[in-house]
């Protein structure tokens, strides 16, 4: 089987080698020439666990390429990107792979879109730009399988997962199932492609509600003087309540976006927006916390710790950092950065001494392991004040070397 897979992002590129590596001939298209000279020569543009042992075991039958090539399986896995204005998604990738496919899809092929699209996208958009080929779905095979890895995670949960799959008919559900169970080994589930479209929505949706919850009930518990971490422990002792971790904020390429492409031709909800609101708010929330701790303090220096939009990745799409950076050096403050799993960064990245060096207050955003260990007797800062917004760091040891910790809705005054 030979599988021509576009876009070789965070879902494309692991896909791309998982395909590979379990016996397909795989050519995986990017439009981006350095990433494919790099990927050629051995080098991966990321890291994720297992990432690199895959690749030693795919690279005899994957090759990356500018262009796709004749192939019986052809797979989107390019970026949806929110237009930030217009809160409206941005299908022009999806618009332009389907436009790169069309020409070389022949009768019998199998199209399968993984991208995250609003409902109906297969059937409005990405369905009639295949046709322009000449050939009719039905005449090919169409199916919508949404991706749903979590990074840091991403090949044990590509495998390990349940896959649901949107066939455009039971031929196509069939096909593309029994090319993803190569590698699959969870459930598979089959529907119709405007059902898996939403349901994929409907998954980070309601994640990032639950996690705007706990971000109010944060809020809430600190106008009660009350801490929220204990309190979600004890109503997590209810047998049907599961409450999240309030956060600094929601990134990442999925839950920070996807929910708009719920709503986005929707005239009357109200909850989906108002828990976008919320999450995107939390970066003010911390620079609030931040700012009652600093007052007083002469030409205040912040270091933040972890701007990664979650712990142990270095990924920063959408991290609550750019926007807590961003406010706090509007604000005046001087803000130092420390990330020991991310490499680029729009702002300047520093080791853990320099980055809390004369330093008057650290804010801990990303819950990364490493951040547990560190010894607050080696910082050598002006102000001892902590910010920890994941409840992370053993709070005793950092109040014995003389620190003020503030944690994000423990109900101090
Ligand atoms: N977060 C909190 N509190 C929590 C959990 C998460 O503040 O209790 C924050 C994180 O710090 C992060 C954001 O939410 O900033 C999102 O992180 P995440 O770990 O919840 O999810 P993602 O964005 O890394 O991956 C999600 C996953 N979706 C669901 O769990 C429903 C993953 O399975 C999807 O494949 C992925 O989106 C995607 O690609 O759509």
């Not at 395909?19 to 020439?33: L, R, S």
């Not at 080929?133 to 039905?138: A, D, K, L, M, R």
Request: glycine share 8%.
């Amino acid at each position: 089987m030979r599988i021509c897979i576009l876009g070789l992002g965070y879902i494309g590129l692991p896909t791309a080698l998982l395909f590979a590596a379990h016996g397909a001939d795989v050519v995986g298209v990017d439009v981006k020439q350095n990433l494919v000279d790099c990927l050629n020569q051995g080098t991966l543009p990321f890291s994720e666990p297992g990432i690199e042992d895959l690749y030693r075991d795919a690279r005899e039958r994957f090759v990356a390429k500018t262009e796709p090539e004749a192939a019986d399986v052809f797979l989107i896995a390019v970026p949806t990107p929110l237009d930030a204005a217009t809160k409206v998604s941005n299908l022009s990738y999806v618009k332009n792979a389907a436009d790169m496919i069309a020409p070389r899809l022949a009768g019998g092929n199998l199209v399968i879109l993984e991208s995250t699209v609003p409902p109906g996208t297969s059937e409005r958009v990405v369905i009639p730009r295949l046709e322009k080929s000449g050939v009719v779905v039905g005449d090919f095979q169409y199916a919508h399988c949404p991706e749903r890895a979590i990074p840091g995670r991403t090949l044990q949960e590509m495998t390990t997962n349940t896959r649901i799959i949107g066939g455009y008919d039971r031929d196509s559900a069939e096909r593309a199932a029994s090319i993803y169970r190569t590698f699959v080994t969870g459930q598979i589930y089959r529907t119709d492609t405007r059902t898996a479209e939403f349901v994929k929505l409907m998954e980070n949706t309601s994640r990032d509600v639950s996690i705007a919850l706990a971000n109010e009930f944060a809020q809430l518990a600190e106008e009660c003087g009350i801490n929220v971490w204990k309190a979600i422990t004890l109503a997590n002792k209810h047998p049907r309540v599961s409450i999240l971790n309030p956060g600094p904020g929601v990134g990442g390429h999925c839950i920070a976006i996807d929910p708009w492409f719920l709503t986005e031709n929707s005239t009357r909800c109200k909850m989906v927006s108002t828990a976008r609101e919320i999450n995107d708010s939390m970066p003010n929330y911390v620079l609030h916390a931040v700012r009652s701790l600093l007052a007083g303090v002469r030409n205040p220096t912040i270091s933040i710790f972890g701007v990664a939009y979650k712990g142990n990745i270095g990924d920063t799409r959408e991290s609550p950092a750019l926007k807590l950076i961003q406010l706090a050096e509007n604000e005046g403050y001087a803000v130092r950065c420390h990330d020991p799993h991310v490499g680029e960064f729009p702002y300047p990245l520093m080791n853990a001494k320099d980055a809390t060096v004369g330093s008057d207050c650290l804010v801990v955003l990303a819950d990364h392991n490493c951040f547990c260990t560190v010894e607050p007797a080696d910082l050598q800062m002006r102000t001892k004040f902590v910010v920890d917004t994941r409840n992370i760091l053993d709070h005793e040891k950092w109040t014995k070397q003389g620190f003020i910790v503030r944690v994000l809705g423990d109900g101090s005054p």
